[in-house]
């Protein structure tokens, strides 16, 4: 499979005034910037914080903007993956907020990223984790380390019927982080693959706290 990579782009939500940190969210596999951009205003209603919504550098089948290539669940294609990690890092760290003041987020394959970005090598600490239906991802020379999150607020949220992404995935991140010491929220309610209604309020609490 050939991968035309191009220049990473976001886009942006300004803060109402001085942003008190920012919110990055990454959208899923197939999706784009534009996907996860109405969730900004939903979960940062005063717009405190500098928003957005990073595109995906991959542009693969069956189409749309990806992260990396599928290589199974919980096992990302290691080449795509670790040529994407170094550039969204990049990308995190030239943001005009410090790490401890971003709170970095997603949703399925946008989640994978999220934790390899706030538990991968020589990476800063955020100010929260919003992981929406993903999994901790395992890839040969990219170890994680949960311990890394010990003590900042972390949100597990998944869909007890996702047939994408199996519930238990969730489960097993929220067990891993709250066993390394991460104040750890778990959200599972009867939906599918998708970002359920019913999390924006925890959401947006969890974020509001983390950025006070």
């Not at 914080?49 to 990073?54: A, N, R, S, Y």
């Not at 999220?114 to 991968?120: I, V």
């Not at 991460?182 to 947006?204: F, G, M, N, S």
């Amino acid at each position: 499979m050939t991968a035309r990579v191009q220049p990473l782009e976001a886009r942006v939500r300004e803060a109402s005034g001085d942003p008190a940190g920012a919110l990055v969210l990454l959208h899923g596999r197939g999706a784009d910037e534009h996907d996860l951009y109405p969730l900004l205003d939903l979960l940062d209603p005063e717009r405190r914080l500098l928003g957005l919504t990073p595109r995906g550098p991959l542009s693969l089948p069956p189409g749309g903007r990806h992260w990396y290539a599928l290589g199974g669940i919980p096992t990302p294609d290691p080449e795509t993956f670790l040529s994407t990690a170094p550039r969204l890092a990049s990308f995190l760290d030239a943001l005009p907020v410090p790490a401890e003041r971003v709170v970095l987020g997603g949703f399925s394959q946008g989640t994978v990223m999220s934790w390899a970005m706030s538990l991968g090598p020589d990476r800063p600490r955020p100010a929260a984790v919003v992981a929406l239906s993903g999994f901790l991802p395992r890839v040969a020379g990219y170890p994680l380390e949960p311990e890394r999150l010990a003590g900042v607020p972390v949100v597990v949220a998944h869909g007890a019927l996702d047939p994408v992404i199996p519930a238990r995935f969730g489960a097993e991140a929220a067990a891993t982080l709250a066993a390394a010491g991460a104040d750890v929220v778990r959200l599972e309610t009867p939906v599918p693959h998708t970002v359920d209604p019913a999390w924006i309020e925890t959401l947006r609490e969890v974020v509001a706290r983390a950025t006070a």
